[in-house]
T-cell receptor, first 113, second 114 residues
Framework: NAGVTQTPKFRVLKTGQSMTLLCAQD?????MYWYRQDPGMGLRLIHY???????AKGEVPDGYNVSRLKKQNFLLGLESAAPSQTSVYFC????????????FGPGTRLLVL | GNSVTQMEGPVTLSEEAFLTINCTYT??????LFWYVQYPGEGLQLLLK?????DKGSNKGFEATYRKETTSFHLEKGSVQVSDSAVYFC?????????????FGTGTQLKVEL
């Protein structure tokens, strides 16, 4: 039982490049989330999903897209990376609506030059 | 809207000192309150939580009491250890139809020295 895993751990992009961050959970959780963490700002929600095939916008969705084609995976895409997207990205999952605890992955550090 | 305010860090303490990290919140409805901890290089882990007024959450010697009258959820520990050095996040969650999103404070870094 690996919990929540994220791929890759670290990536450097040039402005305008695209990439996809992968989040996987093996706990059969319904809900999944993508956050970004920036100094002095805590964690901010980018997008989330309440079940396979569903996604919704969070607090800071601009410049990102997501997909939840399989229950265990939640992908975060950057179509055209910008320096403002330099951040640490965390994925989290939650069992269902009755359980509030979110379980976090180890994070992906992204640097956009 | 919902928001969480935490005391700014870093907080530097000697081992065995008493710890308080202040957290206050504003929320519509009746939130659940959480403390998450982030050790260096790792993701966030749930430390403790409280789901209604006057509840006390506790774990690993840490405690926090849900105070509705002062809208606070201060984190305390009687005797900190070097291994407690981490960033601590206060957060709230309000039941909605949209996934019960967490709202985080900005985090407080704790450094414990020998």
């Amino acid at each position: 039982n690996a919990g929540v895993t994220q791929t890759p751990k670290f990536r450097v992009l040039k402005t305008g490049q695209s990439m996809t961050l992968l989040c996987a959970q093996d706990m059969n959780h319904e809900y999944m989330y993508w956050y970004r963490q920036d100094p002095g700002m805590g964690l901010r929600l980018i997008h989330y999903s309440v079940g396979e095939g569903t996604t919704a916008k969070g607090e800071v969705p601009d410049g990102y897209n997501v997909s939840r084609l399989k229950k265990q995976n939640f992908l975060l895409g950057l179509e055209s990376a910008a320096p403002s997207q330099t951040s640490v990205y965390f994925c989290a999952s939650r069992r269902d609506s009755k359980q509030e605890t979110q379980y976090f992955g180890p994070g992906t550090r992204l640097l956009v030059l | 809207g919902n928001s969480v305010t935490q005391m700014e860090g870093p907080v530097t303490l000697s081992e065995e000192a008493f710890l308080t990290i202040n957290c206050t919140y504003t929320a519509t409805g009746y939130p659940s309150l959480f403390w998450y901890v982030q050790y260096p290089g790792e993701g966030l882990q749930l430390l403790l939580k409280a789901t209604k007024a006057d509840d006390k959450g506790s774990n690993k010697g840490f405690e926090a009491t849900y105070r509705k009258e002062t809208t606070s959820f201060h984190l305390e520990k009687g005797s900190v250890q070097v291994s407690d050095s981490a960033v601590y996040f206060c957060a709230l969650s309000v039941t909605t139809g949209g996934g019960n999103k967490l709202t985080f404070g900005t985090g407080t870094q704790l450094k414990v020295e020998l």
